[in-house]
């Protein structure tokens, strides 16, 4: 991997986070308005059509648009096939979705859903149009255009579901504004690509992207069903208020994984795509990853649990605090998300998508029959109890043991990663909720716990912090990662697994160890 590759990826990191931080806060604020203008209910209606949506959107591209970012040098001939497929898929599922609105909605008892849903279904159709150039700005690392486009499509979504609001309309408010964003950013997106391809269709590569995409496809569709059972139980068993109140928990335990998994998204799959068949550079690029997200995201998911009460209560409001009782557990479920988000991108990219659709099947087989007792037993804090548990107990030992198995690069990176900032994470939890116990005042528990949480967190994890910013800023900004592998090497005899560090070089003595299993 050249010097030139790794100042892409670091500069292409730097708008990722740009993009997912300024667009989450944007959407965070948005989404306090509304919380202050719709009720639970109506909430709980578009979550339904939002499901029904995710799903059905997933299969519209048949996973054959990643192809372009993992083989960046076969754009040219594989494009127009991309561009064809989609077409295709996307007009026939947009037709069957409007058409079967009706169905899809009642099978959630939420016959409120079903305008919404018709709206939706266009926007799956404009997703084909921006597919090819979506793929083509990720392969180049273009995540200011990214930017742009995702900026345009919250601020024209947010005034179309204003206007609506202010109708009296909230529900179909919340549709049509996702079709007027997703208009502009379709337009912004394919005037930003790189490159512009027409539909031209070849047999022979429409084969070779179908046996690499449909499993992705599957896979994706899987999770998107697997991750949306609990909508589907609560609101048959509970109904669709109490639906807006867990799905308002479960929006608040995704802001850390949208943000580090847009991050992550952008930047390691083409970036692990090109150091594929070199093991210790896929190593040293993992473990970077997961240690910079583990980071980030394991103080948040720790403040989730310690003070979620004072957190919904003050930003949302009172009518909203009954959700705390789910962020509590669900932010343990994202904690783990965050992580599996790393590990999906390195099976895709080692080509095991066939592996990849058989862990998110045992997933889903899993949860069905966990979610439902644990609904019917404890309502919506069960639904995050059914998530965590299947998540630790089945879904990351099959990830472990297939990375392990075919990843070619051991386990002991996982651990030098992890250990630190969750150690420093528990430890900033639970001082944020000791002192936020001590105060009435739920405005003043809310700063109290964080402040301390964090201040705890930085304290407990400084040292570690320190190096892993040294870290990254070797690996992407200062020196090229030839340079980085051989100061590691020769430093390796003077750094220890113990330390928690990430720059020790090569392979440490655990490391070589589980190589030797493999």
């Not at 799905?247 to 795509?273: D, E, K, Q, R, Y």
């Not at 997961?290 to 649990?305: I, M, S």
């Not at 879904?395 to 990375?403: C, K, N, R």
Request: net charge positive; with cysteine.
């Amino acid at each position: 991997m050249t010097g030139a590759l790794g100042r892409r990826v670091g500069t292409g990191a730097l708008w990722s986070a740009a993009n997912a931080g300024a667009l989450r806060f944007i959407n965070f604020s948005v989404n306090i308005l509304l919380a202050r203008l719709v009720a639970p209910k109506e909430f709980g209606a578009f979550a339904v059509a939002m499901t029904i949506y995710a799903i059905v959107g997933s299969l519209n591209d048949v996973g054959v648009s990643s192809a372009i970012v993992r083989e960046p040098e076969r754009t040219k001939d594989i494009a127009p096939t991309v561009f064809s497929i989609t077409l295709v898929m996307s007009t026939l599922l947009t037709a069957l979705m409007a058409l079967t609105a009706p169905v899809l909605a009642g099978a959630f008892h939420s016959t409120e859903a079903t305008g919404a849903v018709r709206v939706l279904s266009l926007t799956i159709l404009l997703s084909s149009v921006v597919a090819v150039p979506n793929a083509l700005l990720s392969r180049d690392y273009m995540q200011r255009q990214q930017l742009i486009a995702d900026a345009a499509f919250l601020v024209v979504s947010t005034a179309v579901l204003l206007i609506f609001v202010r109708a009296g309309h909230p529900l179909m408010g919340l549709a049509f504004s996702r079709v007027a964003g997703q208009l502009v950013s379709v337009v912004i997106r394919v005037r930003c690509a790189p490159e512009r391809y027409w539909p031209r269709f070849n047999w022979h590569e429409a084969k070779h992207l179908l046996s690499f995409g449909l499993p992705l496809v599957m896979s994706n569709a899987v999770i998107l069903a697997t991750s949306n059972i609990d909508t589907f139980v609560i609101t048959r068993a509970h109904g669709e208020a109490l639906l807006g109140l867990y799905n308002l928990a479960f929006n608040i335990s995704g802001w850390p994984l949208n943000i580090f998994s847009a991050i992550l998204m952008s930047v390691t799959l083409p970036t692990l795509s090109r150091v594929r068949d070199d093991p210790d550079q896929l190593r040293i690029h993992l473990r970077a990853g997961l240690a910079a997200v583990a980071a980030a995201a394991f103080p948040v998911f720790a403040l989730f649990a310690a003070v979620p009460g004072p957190l919904i209560s003050t930003i949302y409001g009172s009518r909203w605090a009954p959700a705390s009782t789910a962020l509590v557990v669900l932010g343990l479920f994202g904690a783990t998300q965050v992580v599996l988000v790393l590990f999906s991108d390195l099976i895709i990219t080692l080509g095991m998508t066939r592996r990849l659709l058989a862990i998110r099947l045992a997933w889903m087989v899993a949860l069905a029959p966990t979610m439902y007792f644990c609904v019917h037993r404890w309502g919506i804090a069960g639904a995050g109890v059914a998530h965590a548990l299947v998540v630790l107990v089945v879904v990351t030992p099959l990830f472990l043991i297939t990375v392990h198995r075919h990843g070619r690069v051991g386990l002991a990176w996982i651990g030098v990663s992890l250990t630190r900032p969750a150690i420093a994470a528990a430890a900033g939890g639970l001082a944020a909720f000791g002192v936020a116990s001590m105060f009435d005042n739920s405005a003043l528990r809310l700063i109290t716990g964080v402040a301390t949480g964090l201040a705890v967190y930085v304290i407990v994890g400084g040292r570690w912090l320190r190096r892993l910013v040294t870290e990254l800023r070797a690996m992407y900004w200062t020196h090229t990662p030839e340079e980085l592998a051989a100061k590691q090497v020769a430093e390796v005899s003077s750094t220890t697994v113990g330390d928690g560090t990430l720059a020790h070089g090569g392979t440490t003595p655990a490391e070589e160890r589980a190589l030797a299993l493999e």
